[in-house]
Each structure stands twice: as structure tokens, then as C-alpha cells.
Nanobody
């Protein structure tokens, strides 16, 4: 049974940093895309960043986080990370990690519907 467990969320002041982790168990991913999404109250879930779990190809970011967030993976730990710097109040949301089941997908999927496995989410709150 595949499980994704996020951690690292919390309360931080604007301009601060947090690092989110997404640890997978029950399966060792390689070519699958792993992504971070976020959902603020009253808003739809939105794409944040994605990477192939093996790190073998480039990363992809939403325009709103480019230059501030960095996604990375550690195959040995079966974990994907999201380093978030220069945080803004508008980054406040529940952050979810997700994994695409389709190992043959070429383009980076940014729609939540493309992802099969999801974590339970971790709250990130940025105060002004």
C-alpha cells in the first residue's frame, strides 16, 4: 500500500523559509512525476512544482513561486522536498504532495486529476 506523508509545515513570518518533505512508503518511485500542490480556503487546488522522482529531468514551477521555491528529490530516502524561501502571506495554504502513476508521461502534468497518489497535506501559514 503506497503512502505519502508530508511534514515540515508551520507558521512563519513573511520573508521566512520552510522546507516541506514528502516521504513515500510501499513503493520505490523512479520515472513517476512527483508534484506539490496547494489549496487555500475557498480556492481550488493549484499546482506549485513538479519533478521526476529520480530527478532525471528538469523541474517545473508555477509562475507565482519561480525563483522562491525549489523542488528536489532524494532517491535513497524515497523523499521529495519543497524548499520555500521568501514566503509571502499569499503562500498560506495546505500543501499536498502527489505522484503520477503514468511512468510514460512526457510533459509535466499540472492538473490535480493527473496525479494518483496523494498525501494528507501539511498546513503552511505565513503571517504579515
Amino acid at each position: 500500500q503506497v503512502q505519502l506523508v508530508e511534514s515540515g509545515g508551520g507558521l512563519v513570518q513573511a520573508g521566512g523559509s520552510l522546507r516541506l518533505s514528502c516521504a513515500a512508503s510501499g513503493h520505490t518511485f523512479s520515472r513517476n512525476f512527483a508534484a506539490w500542490f496547494r489549496q487555500a480556503p475557498g480556492k481550488e487546488r493549484e499546482f506549485v512544482a513538479a519533478i521526476r522522482w529520480s530527478g532525471s529531468s528538469g523541474t517545473n514551477y508555477a509562475d507565482s513561486v519561480k525563483g522562491r521555491f525549489t523542488i528536489s528529490s532524494d532517491n535513497a530516502k524515497n523523499t521529495v522536498y519543497l524548499q520555500m524561501n521568501s514566503l509571502k502571506p499569499e503562500d498560506t495554504a495546505v500543501y499536498y504532495c502527489a505522484v503520477d502513476l503514468n511512468v510514460f508521461r512526457i510533459g509535466v502534468p499540472q492538473s490535480p486529476g493527473a496525479y494518483y497518489y496523494w498525501g494528507q497535506g501539511t498546513q503552511v501559514t505565513v503571517s504579515s
